[in-house]
Structure formats: structure tokens, C-alpha cells
């Protein structure tokens, strides 16, 4: 679990940081859990990433904060995350694991929806699919 959190906040900080912009992460997981994601924040904070593309106080300065939050929470940045990750990942089955069944027309709508907010030049999303 350690590895695990510490890989995924990696990838997410490598990708994020190259848009040269600040921000915060805001995390959803099982209480149990919220621990790993804190020394893993805490250690990309005191040593920046294990390949060194991203210093630690560069990390610090640029990731302004690390948020757990739980179910009642009614943050619209949480709320949104809910929604997208079904569609997340139904793009996942469909690229990664090349899932053949047959799509339904809302599914269908989903995934082009997904698809625009990922690829739009005019307006690009902010969110990635990093595993």
C-alpha cells in the first residue's frame, strides 16, 4: 500500500506539473487508507519524486495542499470526481482491457462526453486517467 500510494501520487504530481500550475489534491478513499496517502504526500514533500523530475520544494511549493474527504462531504470538486469516475472507467475497460460487450446509448453518450473533455484543445480538462 505504501508503494502503491506513493507510486499513484507520484504519476499524479509528474503529469500535473508539467501544466506549470498549483493546485491541491483532493482524495477520496477509505479511512483506513488516509494514512498511506499522508506519508506519501509527506515523503514526495521531503524528497520530490524517486526518478528526481520533480524536486522536493518544488513539489511543496506547487502541491498546496492534500485533502481526505468522505461521503457527506458535499465539496463540488468531490461530487464531480464521483460522477466521472464511472466513466473513467468504462474508458479504462474499453482501452485497457479492450472490453468488447455492447455499449448502451447512455454509456455511448458517456464515453464521448469523456472523450471531448479529455482531447479538447479550446477547452482542456483538468483531470487525466493516470493508471
Known amino acids: 500500500m505504501k508503494r502503491s500510494y506513493l507510486k499513484v501520487l507520484e504519476i499524479f504530481a509528474r503529469d500535473y506539473l508539467t501544466l506549470r500550475t498549483n493546485g491541491k489534491i483532493i482524495v477520496e478513499s ?48 468531490v461530487q464531480m470526481a464521483d460522477v466521472l469516475c464511472f466513466m473513467a472507467r468504462l474508458k479504462y475497460n474499453l482501452d485497457i482491457f479492450k472490453n468488447k460487450e455492447k455499449l448502451s446509448k447512455a454509456d455511448i453518450i458517456k464515453i464521448r462526453f469523456f472523450e471531448r473533455k479529455l482531447s479538447s484543445k479550446s477547452n482542456p480538462s483538468i483531470f487525466k486517467i493516470i493508471i
Open 30 to 77: 477509505d479511512p483506513q487508507q488516509d494514512v498511506y496517502l499522508i506519508k506519501a504526500h509527506s515523503n514526495l514533500q521531503c524528497n520530490g519524486l524517486t526518478d528526481g523530475s520533480i524536486t522536493a520544494q518544488e513539489y511543496f511549493k506547487r502541491i498546496t495542499s492534500l485533502s481526505l474527504v468522505n461521503k457527506p462531504n458535499q465539496d463540488i470538486d
